[in-house]
Nanobody, 120 residues
Framework: QVQLVESGGGLVQAGGSLRLSCAAS????????MGWYRQAPGKQRELIAA???????NYAGSVKGRFTISRDNAKNTVYLQMNGLKPEDTAVYYC??????????????WGQGTQVTVSS
């Protein structure tokens, strides 16, 4: 019923920038919070940035001041601008959306993940 499609990952040198996008499509009535998670090899998936429907944001300490989350409600899209990338930012990045579908039910959806690799 709903798909989250991510794009923008890739290989970048330390200190570089990347911008991730995640577009939600399907039988969507409204989207509440959206967020970005990441999972490095051998580690648990962690929340790094979140944004509410009203635009309030929250960041993990490890990315605060370097990453910026934003959303375009008209396009059902969330973005993650990543600046000052470090090798320890290397991970698979996943977007997440808490949304209401047209039938009125609330669901939580995940994107397929996009690889971000930062070389030193």
């Amino acid at each position: 019923q709903v798909q989250l499609v991510e794009s923008g990952g890739g290989l970048v040198q330390a200190g570089g920038s990347l911008r991730l996008s995640c577009a939600a499509s399907g039988r969507i009535f409204s989207i509440n919070a959206m967020g970005w998670y990441r999972q490095a090899p051998g580690k648990q998936r962690e929340l790094i940035a979140a944004i509410t429907s009203g635009g309030s944001t929250n960041y993990a300490g490890s990315v605060k001041g370097r990453f910026t989350i934003s959303r375009d409600n008209a396009k059902n899209t969330v973005y993650l601008q990543m600046n000052g990338l470090k090798p320890e930012d290397t991970a698979v990045y996943y977007c997440n959306a808490d949304l209401v579908v047209t039938s009125g039910y609330n669901y939580n959806y995940w994107g397929q993940g996009t690889q971000v690799t930062v070389s030193s």
